[in-house]
């Protein structure tokens, strides 16, 4: 074990430079942005590099892995069994990637992933869980916080890796939502409430007791963390969180660092600190600041998905048809097919309002605009209309619902982060989820939340609790309506690289 702790140090040595050349190095980025130079070079190239960081398949020379830390940052509950070779990779607990590109890559880089490139995220809280019986020190002994024995079953959440293509744009109506939701909240006075609606989108109702203190009970679709209050001068915060599977991101600044680490094993300094090591491999300042802007301004400025129109006259009848069924039968309630961006919020602007602790704050430095909606930018691109609104037609409502099926359901049984880990509440499993968006779903299989699905008609049939409506009312369509809504679903792709017109042919 000592050798390969020393190994790790004399590797980290070879980080400086003469030039910008080291012999013997194998590192995945020669040299890092600093701090400062983001604001300093054009935003294409800002891109380009982002897009670096993202296919870059780090290194143990880079500072990859994380010998002494879990994946949620904090130090291993057992210092003496460090995370290196053979412990280094972890398909369950992570890391578990070398890249971000090698789980995000359907059709293409930064969107989504196959199956075998899942996560089993919430099992970072464990130093290493594995399939390994043999292993003589698994995390903590056999049982986890509360004495409970570590099963496969309740040790995280099976997710599908989803596409990052118009990221921008979701996060940007993320935050126009919850800035409405906000200020209605700010408008309240003690002793009444008020409808919370943003962009036509129902969140229930927010009341303020005659005390000053909040009754969220009536509040729907947000996630638990962001309804959290302690009285009247703890408001909820009622943000919008528009990304992971059961909505649980704020920011893409944010999925950025935690995936850094949680991933990788690549430290971010805003969460870590400058000048530290905080997972014993010897490498310090393993990510800067300027590098997590640069990652998250390339996520944020992929180019919005579109249409594939059918060259077949009767595919392009039944797309067309499907369309209209999909309304018809309720889905598009849920999966709204458009919402307006209005007031300028396609100028993206990084860092964002709303990020938490351990992520760079709006007011920590500099702010960068970027025009998503620029023909500079990777296209194809959303424009305004002549009353200047961008329409997002992402099919999204930005709400959790409840679809699955009972206790048993692989979506819902599962573990949720918002409750304290070992609780029987943890245990109770998170059965709402993030109404998918599904721009680009066409061309991003595997499907649903597991991504145990092969086919879309798999994922409508397996819709329940809130959506059970609407999958009844497709189970009791013809044949024909039925194959219709999966080929106006088909029709909704990550159009090929370069191409500048969101609907082909």
């Known amino acids: 074990m000592r050798v390969a702790i020393v190994l790790v140090l004399v590797c980290a040595g070879l980080r400086a430079q003469d030039g910008g050349f080291r012999a ?6 020669e040299r890092h942005l600093q701090d400062g130079e983001e604001f300093e070079i054009p935003i294409a190239d800002l891109i380009e590099y982002g897009k670096k960081l993202f296919t870059a398949n780090w290194t143990i020379q880079d500072g990859a892995g994380r010998p002494q830390s879990k994946g949620t940052g904090d130090p291993l509950s057992d210092p003496f069994a460090p995370l290196v070779f053979p412990r280094n990779f972890n398909r369950i607990s992570a890391p578990d990637a070398n890249s971000c590109a090698g789980c995000h890559n359907v059709p293409r880089i930064g969107g989504g992933g196959d199956i075998v490139t899942n996560v089993f995220v919430l099992a970072q809280r464990f130093d290493a869980v594995d399939f390994d019986v043999s292993d003589p020190r698994p995390t903590r002994g056999s049982t986890d916080e509360n004495g409970r024995p570590i099963t496969l079953q309740n040790v995280g959440n099976f997710r599908n890796t989803l596409g990052m293509f118009g990221s921008g744009f979701i996060e940007m109506l993320a935050r126009q939502i919850t800035a ?17 609606v943003s962009k036509r ?9 005659a005390d000053g203190t909040w009754n969220v009970s009536r509040v729907e679709a947000i996630p638990a963390v962001s309804l959290s209050t302690t009285g009247a001068s703890d408001p909820p915060s009622l943000i919008i969180r528009p990304f992971h599977q059961a909505g649980r991101v704020v920011s893409l600044r944010e999925f950025t660092n935690n995936a850094f680490n949680h991933h990788h094993g690549m430290q971010p300094t805003e969460r870590f600190g400058r000048g530290a090591d905080p997972d014993g491999d010897g490498v310090k300042d393993e990510l800067t600041r300027a590098d997590i802007t640069a990652t998250t301004i390339f996520q944020a400025t992929l180019p919005v998905p579109g249409r ?24 598009a309630r849920c999966h709204i097919p458009r919402l307006p961006l209005d007031n300028g919020g396609w100028i993206y602007t990084e860092p964002g309002p709303y990020n938490p602790a351990g992520n760079l704050r709006s007011g920590e430095a500099k702010t960068l605009h970027i025009d998503l909606t620029s023909d500079d930018l990777p296209g194809p691109h959303l424009k305004p209309d002549r009353d200047g609104v961008v ?5 999204t409502d930005f709400k959790l619902h409840d679809i699955c099926v009972d206790r048993d359901d692989p979506n ?20 709402k989820f993030l109404t998918r968006k599904l721009w680009g779903v066409a061309n991003e299989p595997p499907y649903y939340h597991h991504g145990q699905y092969t086919t879309m008609r798999e994922a409508v049939l397996a819709h329940d609790g809130e959506a059970l409506e609407s999958r009844k009312a497709f189970q009791a369509a013809s044949a024909e309506e039925q194959n219709s809504i999966i080929e106006f679903l088909k029709t909704l792709q990550v159009l090929p690289e370069a191409k500048t017109k969101r609907q082909l042919p």
């Open 24 to 29: 013997g190095g194998e590192t995945a980025i």
């Open 180 to 196: 409405d939701l906000q200020r209605i909240r700010d408008s309240i006075a003690p002793g009444s409430s008020k409808a919370l």
């Open 201 to 209: 989108i129902s969140f229930g109702t927010l009341e303020r007791n």
């Open 308 to 331: 594939v129109i059918p060259d077949n006259p009767a595919a392009r009848r039944m797309a067309a048809m499907g369309e209209q069924v999909f309304a018809a039968i309720g889905c």
């Open 391 to 395: 329409w997002v037609p992402a099919f």
């Open 412 to 431: 819902g049984e599962l573990l949720d982060m918002q409750f304290k880990p070992g609780s029987e509440a943890f245990f109770a499993g998170n059965r």
